[in-house]
Nanobody, 116 residues
Framework: QVQVVESGGGLVQPGGSLRLSCTAS????????MGWYRQAPGQGRELVAT???????DYGGSIKGRFTISGDNEKNTVYLQMNNLKPEDTAVYYC??????????WGKGTLVTVSS
């Protein structure tokens, strides 16, 4: 069964850090890219960061310089290191898996809340 499962969300104070993880399973050989999108209350889903199996990375504009995406192909896992978190980073973060042929899969999401 093809799926992606996120972990690592939670409550953090402004200026703090969190690391999200996402592990893929099922038909691993088909994966072209993985990454993260987020959706804040009342807003649409936006790109956070993506990484291809070849190591090419793309970041959304609002998080550049604060978040870092990395991947471990052997573990079929991508990580999102989030530093200097701001209240506006509060959102549900979704893991995304792209098989390069139009097939995409989404995790159920993990909530990140930045608040004092």
């Amino acid at each position: 069964q093809v799926q992606v499962v996120e972990s690592g969300g939670g409550l953090v104070q402004p200026g703090g850090s969190l690391r999200l993880s996402c592990t893929a399973s099922g038909s691993i050989f088909k994966i072209y890219a993985m990454g993260w999108y987020r959706q804040a209350p009342g807003q649409g889903r936006e790109l956070v960061a993506t990484i291809t199996t070849g190591g090419s990375i793309d970041y959304g504009g609002s998080i550049k310089g604060r978040f870092t995406i990395s991947g471990d192909n052997e573990k079929n896992t991508v990580y999102l290191q989030m530093n200097n978190l701001k209240p506006e980073d509060t959102a549900v973060y979704y893991c995304w898996r792209d098989e390069g042929d139009g097939a995409e899969y989404w995790g159920k999401g993990t909530l990140v809340t930045v608040s004092s």
